[in-house]
């Protein structure tokens, strides 16, 4: 039994404490935004924020994470509206089954670091592939957010 | 209305619908689809003048996409192009994705082929429409409706300023008779064709609620994970399930025999479980004893070799121009070249998946397919029961690029339901999809060129020997299809008197299937790279080489009306060279490189810029052109040239894939590696401005990345390289 929070709610998860958290959240908790794509933490679609920090769930056993703070995809908006309104006005995805993981590693780069370069963006996003190929867009659009969120703050 | 529907040369190769040449379109429609697709009763609240349209009275219009959306943006272009002919407000749209049925007209979502079959009959779905609440409004003003105009959900009296909203014409319109010829606007009316549109579902996909395959959930709904013969067509010899069936959340392990047919599932064993984790480490834990079969003798070490040695001795001949013999003989220079390319596997980033459930003579089935109706008719056959009894809901596709239409893993799904009575969902693994795919061809390809004294090419020799589609539909010959040899063989754009292309022998021993752009990406390659390669021994400019060699604007008809156009070639070229400042003093290490293609009926060619330093390659930018005839929606075509550009370059950098004793070697992410975002490139796409017919999209971008990239190396660096890809040459 696992006691976690994923999207500011409480569940208790009753499954094997081995299962990897990436199918305890879609097959036992029932949400299917967090995506699976290779199971080896190859390329980032299961991404997920464990108290603040982008994890690959298909590697991260639910025993793991008991008591955290969990952020899927049908939760980012709590953490970065910013963000996905950009992703929608740049009109990053193509067939978007990537673009959960790729959305959580950019919310989790921007907390670090609010004012990403290129080569920042590379080492926070380089763990999530897209094979439709829209990181032009993905690297315009966190440059974008980083730009609002700013001016927000100065 | 026009169904139009695919006439192909040879029979079995009409199911799987591809696109390039060899395919005629035809215009014909049954009298009682054409019934189907006309006006259905009224039920008082909403306006559906055929079946593709459904106006309700408060305004919201529901617009039916009967093409799979993997990227493709299709459920945004086609729905946007009736919303124009109708007039609508784009904001009161919504989009329903259609079931398979052959009543929407040809559904398989391939070939680069959607907006060019669909462009015409979807804007007569919209001005159908936009007739009959004209005529409404019309009988309800007492006026002539020929006085009326339409604009953003509203018809217009322009006598009066009176305007009726159409939700409040769903009666009147649905009152009067549907036209036979509607009006269809001029270009320079339309409001969303051609206009910068984004994706209808972007704010779903951006908050995680599309429903892909896998999404898909229900009561009593178990998971099922298939181990299949590592070698293609083995079968079980036996299997111990017992360390299976102490996991806990395993229900069962059953035996599935493979059904010998070309979308057929290939067979093995089935863990049924209560969750995906599950019946994956059930799979795991099984031991099984497989019997290979023949196809063990495949080693692509060996394989490669003897397709090497078969494109050097004469071949069948596929096209014969001139006497390139006496051009060789008369030669001031021969240039001589042998590209090979390897397999290479599509890799969406959503696993083959699909849920069945066979229950009281009926079959559901949700699944990602490219082909639904293929996909429908697939499972009648399976089950030996009638269309009406199975319904086929196309859910989101992540990503497709040929793989998803064929439901091979759809049949697996429906098969294993109909033997444990349960709504079954069976994923593959990464390493099921990598492993078990229906792959793009492996090639070798000899090239021969002629060069006078002038250093213009007298003659050109072009062999190839690659496994054919069509051996995973009928009895392999070891020889390739017309449809195969029209992607950039016996079409190569350019003007030789004497040219000769040839076929040699190349048998398959694994399922061989198309990969977004097909054969074009093996003959767009080898085309290309030798153009570079005559033109270096020449002296001369790639480009300026090209372009003399299309000197001549010739048009070369084609049966299905869609004609070749050397003049819109050489535009491409131009454009894309301009808009990279081709020729331009570069850093030392840095190269520039030029291609260009005709697929799917559309021009494209791209510069890539490179530097090569400390043998460490880095693409700085790509610069592509496409000429598609009339753009329906740019924002859609800019992200597919951006997208097949970042395909192109990583089957350039990696793309791989090698058989050993009939066992294919990758299996993940991390031996079949994709291109990451570190390696992306600037990438900067023009659309040519045209009132022709609509051609492709999603495909035709990819075919000249990778030549581009071999060309602007070579730039870089003198260093020609011949095969892919780049990681084995210690580059990337």
């Known amino acids: 039994m696992a006691l976690v929070t994923i999207n500011e709610k409480k569940y208790e998860i009753d499954v094997d404490p081995d299962m990897p958290l990436l199918w305890a959240i879609r097959d036992a908790v029932g949400l299917t935004g967090t995506k699976y794509g290779c199971g080896k933490g190859l390329c980032g679609a299961c991404t997920v924020l464990v108290d603040g920090k982008p994890v690959r769930s298909c590697l991260t056993s639910v025993a793991t994470v008991n008591g955290s703070q969990i952020t899927t995809i049908e939760g980012v908006h709590n953490e970065n509206k910013v963000l996905q309104e950009v992703w929608q006005e740049i009109d990053v995805p193509q067939c978007g089954y990537c673009q959960s993981g790729q959305i959580l590693s950019a919310v989790a780069l921007l907390k670090e670091n609010s004012k990403p370069t290129d080569e920042d963006i590379d080492g926070a996003m380089n763990g999530n592939i897209c094979r439709c190929g829209t990181y032009h867009r993905i690297r315009k659009a966190i440059h974008k957010t980083a730009a609002i969120m700013n001016s927000k703050t100065e | ?200 579902d972007g704010k779903d996909f951006t908050s995680g609620k599309p429903k892909y395959g896998m999404d898909i959930k229900m009561e009593g709904m178990l998971f099922a994970a298939v181990a299949r013969c590592p070698v293609t067509f083995g079968t079980v010899k036996n299997y111990d399930k017992s360390a299976t069936l102490k996991i806990d959340g395993v229900k069962d392990v059953i035996e599935l025999p493979r059904v010998a047919k070309p979308f057929g599932p290939l067979g093995g064993v089935v863990v049924i479980a209560t969750n995906t984790w599950a019946a994956f480490k059930g799979k795991e834990a099984l031991n099984v004893e497989w019997d290979y079969g023949t196809n063990e003798q495949y080693t692509s070490a060996s394989y490669n070799e003897m397709i090497l040695e078969n494109v050097k001795k004469k071949g069948k001949e596929v096209r014969s121009d001139g006497n390139v013999n006496s051009a060789f003989k008369n030669a001031e220079h021969i240039v001589e070249s042998t590209y090979q390319l390897p397999h290479l596997v599509h890799a969406p980033m959503e696993v083959p998946n699909a849920t069945a459930w066979v229950h009281d003579g009926k079959c559901d089935v949700w699944a990602p397919v490219q082909d639904p109706q293929t996909t429908r008719s697939e499972v009648v056959s399976y089950l030996e029961t009638n269309e009406e009894n199975v319904t086929i809901n196309v859910t989101f596709l992540g990503g497709g690029f040929g793989r998803k239409s064929k439901p091979d893993f759809v049949l697996e799904a429906v098969a294993i339901s109909k033997k444990v009575n349960a709504p079954i969902q069976v994923v593959w693994t990464r390493e099921d999809d990598i492993q078990h795919s229906y792959y793009h061809a492996v090639s070798a390809q000899y090239m021969k060129g002629a060069l006078d004294k002038d250093g213009r090419v007298t003659g050109w020799l072009h062999r190839v020997a690659y496994p054919s589609i069509t051996s995973t539909f009928a009895p392999d010959t070891g020889y390739g299809a017309g449809f195969e040899f029209s992607q950039g063989l016996s079409n190569m754009p350019y003007q030789i008197e004497n040219v000769r292309c040839e076929n040699a022998k190349a048998p398959a021993h694994v399922r061989i299937g198309w990969l977004r752009s097909v054969y074009n990406i093996i003959q767009g390659f080898s085309v290309n790279v030798f153009v570079d390669e005559l033109a270096a021994k020449t002296k001369k400019d790639p480009l300026q080489f090209r372009l003399d060699m299309l000197s001549k604007d010739v048009v070369i008809e084609d049966p299905s009306g869609y004609h070749f156009e050397s003049s819109k070639l050489k535009n491409v070229l131009s454009l894309a060279a301009k808009n990279a400042n081709y020729g331009k003093d570069l850093p030392q290490g840095h190269g520039l490189g030029i291609a260009c293609h005709y697929s799917f009926f559309s021009y494209v060619a791209s510069v890539v810029e490179v530097s090569v330093i400390d043998n460490a390659l880095k693409v700085h930018n ?63 796409v023009e659309i040519v401005k045209s009132n022709s017919k609509p051609t492709g999209v999603g495909e035709p971008g990819v075919p000249v990345i990778a030549p581009a990239l071999i060309n602007a190396i070579y730039n870089a660096t003198g260093k020609r390289y011949r095969s892919l890809p780049l990681t084995d040459e210690g580059l990337v």
């Open chain 2, 622 to 684: 790509i610069h592509s052109v496409i000429d598609c005839g009339t753009a329906v929606n740019t924002n859609t075509i800019t992200a597919q040239m951006e997208g097949a550009a970042i395909f192109g370059l990583s089957l350039a950098y990696y793309g791989k894939i090698t058989a050993k004793g009939g066992v294919i070697e990758q299996s993940n992410f991390h031996d079949y590696q994709m291109l990451r975002i570190s390696n992306a490139p600037n990438i900067n």
């Open chain 2, 1 to 200: 209305m026009h169904k139009i529907q695919l006439v192909t040369r040879r029979n079995f190769i009409k199911s799987i619908g591809l696109a390039s040449g060899g395919l005629i379109i035809a215009c014909s429609i049954p009298a009682s689809k054409e019934e189907e697709t006309k006006l259905k009763s009224f039920n008082g609240t909403t306006f559906e003048p055929n079946l593709f349209i459904q106006l309700k009275d408060n305004g919201e219009l529901i617009l039916l996409a009967s093409r799979s959306e993997m990227g493709n943006g299709v459920r945004t272009s086609l729905t946007s192009v009736i919303a124009d002919e109708m007039d609508a407000d784009w904001s009161l749209v919504s989009v329903k994705q259609a079931t398979g049925d052959t009543k929407f007209m040809d559904q398989n979502t391939d070939g680069s082929r959607s907006i060019r079959y669909l462009f015409e009959p979807m804007r007569v779905m919209g001005a159908t429409a936009r007739a009959m609440l004209i005529s409404g409004a019309a009988a309800k003003w007492g006026v002539d409706a020929s006085t009326l105009t339409t604009a953003k959900h509203y018809v217009i009296d322009p006598e009066t300023n009176k305007k009726l909203f159409y939700g409040d014409l769903v009666k009147e319109a649905s009152e009067v008779p549907v036209p036979e010829n509607p009006t269809l606007k001029e270009a320079k009316d339309f409001n969303y064709i051609g206009t910068n549109l984004k994706s209808i």
